[in-house]
């Protein structure tokens, strides 16, 4: 079993990252800008939003915060997104997810311009990836895509079985990696929460990614010896020996999955870190207006 370490992988891309948005930076005089929108006071998002802050400063990106109230309404959260929108100073926009039930994300999503959409979520983006033409990829695939390509990992002709059909991560990473493209050219399953014969289907996987959000949901008995297992489940749960509070679990047994796979993301130091680099890349992308 060899690890797809997430870390490493991260830090070498922001390392790259960072001399790109030094060059930008001489070339224009700005920074790339990111502006992110939190409602309420979620305890993962909150983490998850302070991170991407934190990595933005580590390669050089300028970001912005607006943190509303759990009580912002839909129509003030669209006002912010439409002044947002008019900014030309700003590169890329996120609006953290979940909302509170009162504000209908769809409609949020759909507000972004989506030329500032650097989370790869409006309609726009998506219709366009279906089509294998440029356009921002929802970060955390965006981040999974990375990461094969950093081990050099060849996926063509595989069997790859996703477990999850998330809007976010579980529906665009099995469109991904269908797609005629490296990382990508594979055969697909995608597999949720109402699949019959869940473990048949996986032990046929090549390459399994799991994306459904419960802990250890994915066990040795489901995995194929020679197995690649990416694991993009972050569940939290309190822990009294954290420093922190909390204690990370993946959606992957690992003790007893990794001996049977040929690479495996750990949780934490996997996926996660990945992510950031998908949204940082989009953002950069965006600033030099590859894309749009
Ligand atoms: N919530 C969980 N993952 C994400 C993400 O990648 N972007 C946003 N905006 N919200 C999320």
């Known amino acids: 079993m060899q690890l797809l370490d997430g870390k490493f992988a991260s830090e070498k891309i922001k390392e790259e990252i960072a001399v790109e948005a030094a060059e930008f930076l001489e070339s224009t005089g700005r920074q790339p800008h990111l502006m992110a929108i939190l409602v309420g ?5 909150e983490t998850y939003v302070a991170s991407k802050m934190k990595n933005c400063a580590k390669v050089g990106f300028k970001s912005s915060l607006v943190h509303f109230d759990n009580t912002v309404t839909e129509a003030e959260l669209l006002a912010k997104v439409e002044e947002i929108n008019q900014d030309e100073s700003i590169d890329g926009l996120i609006v953290q997810l979940p909302l509170p039930a009162h504000i209908d994300p769809e409609k949020v999503t759909a507000a972004i311009d989506y030329r500032k959409d650097v989370d790869g979520f409006h309609p726009v983006n998506l219709g366009r990836m279906m089509r294998n033409l440029p356009c921002f990829i929802p970060a955390t695939p965006y981040g999974i895509l990375l ?6 990992i060849d996926t063509a002709g595989k069997h790859c079985v996703v477990v999850g059909r998330s809007n976010i991560v579980g529906s665009p990473m099995s469109i991904l990696m269908a797609r005629n493209a490296n990382p990508g050219n594979c055969t697909v399953t995608l597999t949720h929460s109402k699949t019959t014969n869940l473990k048949e289907i996986a032990l046929q996987g090549d390459i399994i990614i799991a994306a459904i959000g419960r802990k250890n949901f994915v066990t040795a008995d489901m995995v194929k010896p020679g ?12 822990s009294e020996t954290t420093k922190s509070g909390f204690k990370l679990f993946g959606d992957v047994d690992f003790e007893n999955v990794a001996p049977k796979a040929s690479w495996i993301t750990p949780v934490p130091g996997g996926v996660g870190l990945m992510t950031i680099v998908g ?8 600033a030099r207006k590859e894309i749009y």
Not at 147 to 152: E, P, R
Not at 227 to 238: C, H, K, L, S
């Open 279 to 286: 949204l940082l890349k989009n953002t950069l992308a965006s």
């Open 227 to 238: 197995a690649i297992i990416i694991d993009v489940g972050i569940n939290r749960e309190t």
């Open 147 to 152: 990461l094969l390509q950093a081990y050099g």
């Open 41 to 45: 006071n979620d305890g993962g998002s």
